[in-house]
């Protein structure tokens, strides 16, 4: 008995001795047969693959999976190292949307800005779809250096202030009704909602001859973050909404500066403040001391975000925030995820810069009159009666995010948080040498704007014997000439909608949002 079950044993650790190199075998084995299976499967996969073509997929936007944060390297097409920033751009590319792609989509905006901030705003929202630009510029923006490069720029259409333009936004038929009555013919930010509101109401008439299916008013400091698609498409984005709906709403995020030395917000800032509809009321109410950092309100400014409209008969601006409809109540859709991230006070330099611009005095009671936010407010008194060490100081204690401990805390709540897509491809953009290629190709216009005005000019001296108005007059045709202004009349608005004596809907100004 015992000698069988010594057999026996012998037998078992003699079989289990033969089996293990099996096993060893059959487990390396299976990761190079799967290897070669999936090798068999992608070199028989389309010649046009971007990963065969060594395109990292997680740095080009569009890409399905692709993320924000990706690698920190990589290496391009050519075998050049690139960042973490690298963006794919093909030399030549003019960023130009099919023009049988849907929906087209129309940006307009209002600016004085310069060059430095509107090319990058406006190449990042070509990236992500927008089909066609409407600015209205004046200031800086309306300057020839800046207009060149911006007329240059296929699908932009530059509207400038004129005498023409304001002579026709007279005529509006805003002025007759009551939606916008309150803010007229009050200084500084209430006379620029006005302005603003007029040029949409111009741009809804320009972007239906240009055949759009949504409209947008942005500010130069704002980008639209279109989170929810998963190619981070707006033209996705839109598209997937349904016919019914006749305005989306994009909630504001708002900008937080880790530094007060920012220079390029599009490619430095990555934290924002999340707004009141995306985060949960508990968490809202729950942090909102800590969050407002002993400021007026959870938001710097303005809370109530910005809408895109689809454009249909008897659409109207309703304040630089919304649009309306003559006719009915437009049906709303607010996204639970996409939102609109404001860089406001960015940059110290936006103390001074807003302060110049408003010719209000510094007391308590007059900044009523010019500015609709608290905060704005005690900016301005304190930009314009501080010295530049009491400003900066100022600036830090009510901008600046330098607490890092308050910081990491309100990010895991899920109040602040960090978004890197805007910064990739702005950052991008710059290093493939887009924005230098707007600039040399409006430098060529703007040599060919001076040709023709050295010789209009020399036919202005020959012509210097006609009276006073008509040498006048052949100024101001050459003038609208050499900068290409078109503008239309608005009275086709007027004919084309019900007049409405009391309307009950009036214009939504920058509201802040809930208060503890």
């Known amino acids: 008995m015992a000698g069988s079950r010594l057999q026996g044993s012998q ?45 990292d997929r997680s740095r080009f936007p569009g890409f399905p999976g692709s993320s924000p944060i990706g690698s920190t390297s990589g290496v391009d097409c050519g075998g050049q190292q690139r960042g973490l920033s690298a963006f794919i751009h093909h030399p030549g590319w003019k960023y130009a949307i099919p023009e049988n792609g849907k929906p087209k989509i129309c940006v307009t905006t209002s600016t004085a800005g310069g060059l430095e901030q509107i090319l990058p705003w406006l190449y990042y929202h070509r990236v992500i779809g927008v089909t066609n630009f409407l600015l209205f510029v004046e200031g800086k923006a309306a300057t020839q250096n800046v207009t060149a490069v911006l007329e240059s720029i296929p699908g932009v259409r530059v509207v400038y202030r004129t005498k023409e333009l304001e002579e026709q936004q007279a005529r509006s038929r805003i002025w007759n009704e009551t939606w916008l009555s309150s803010f007229f013919f009050r200084p500084c930010n209430y006379e620029l909602f006005v302005r603003q509101s007029l040029n949409m109401e111009m741009a809804i008439v320009m972007a239906r001859e240009a055949e759009m299916d949504w409209i947008i008013h942005l500010d130069t400091d704002e980008l639209l973050y279109p989170a929810g698609s998963p190619e981070y498409s707006l033209r996705k984005l839109l598209g997937d909404v349904a016919p019914e709906v006749d305005m989306v709403i994009f909630p504001n995020y708002e900008s937080a500066i880790e530094r007060d030395d920012v220079v390029d917000p599009f490619s430095e800032v990555t934290m924002f403040k999340k707004n009141y509809d995306h985060v949960t009321k508990e968490t809202y109410f729950g942090l909102y001391r800590e969050a407002t950092r002993g400021n007026p309100n959870y938001f710097l400014t303005y809370g109530n975000g910005k809408a895109a409209a689809r454009i249909q008969d008897h659409l109207r601006p309703n304040g630089a925030h919304r649009w309306h409809n003559y006719l009915k109540a437009p049906k709303e859709l607010k996204f639970e995820e996409a939102a609109v991230l404001h860089y406001t006070y960015s940059k110290f330099s936006d103390l001074t810069s807003r302060r110049d611009r408003c010719g209000c005095k510094p007391t308590k009671d007059d900044v009523k ?148």
């Open 11 to 55: 037998v078992s650790s003699s079989s289990s001795a033969f089996s293990t190199p099996r096993i060893l075998i059959l487990l390396t084995l299976m990761p190079l047969g799967l290897a070669a299976f999936a090798f068999v499967l992608q070199w028989r996969g389309e010649v046009t693959d971007p990963m065969r073509l060594g395109v």
């Open 369 to 516: 009159r010019c500015f609709m936010l608290e905060f704005d407010r005690a900016a301005f008194i304190i930009a314009s009666t501080a010295t530049r060490e009491e400003m900066l100081r100022w600036y830090r204690e009510h901008v600046v995010w330098t607490d890092r401990e308050l910081n990491l805390k309100l990010l895991r709540k899920g109040l602040l948080t960090r978004i890197y897509a805007p910064q990739l491809i702005v950052q991008g953009l710059r290093q493939s040498g887009v924005l230098n290629n707007a600039l040399a190709a409006g430098q060529e216009q703007l040599e060919r704007l001076k040709t023709r005005d050295k010789f209009l000019s020399a036919v202005s001296t020959r012509n210097s014997s006609s009276s006073e108005l008509g040498s006048k007059d052949s100024k101001d045709d050459h003038r609208l000439a050499s900068s290409s202004r078109r503008l239309m009349d608005l009275s086709s608005l007027s004919s084309s909608a019900m007049v409405v004596e009391d309307d009950p809907f009036a214009a939504v100004p920058p509201l802040p949002p809930p208060v503890l």
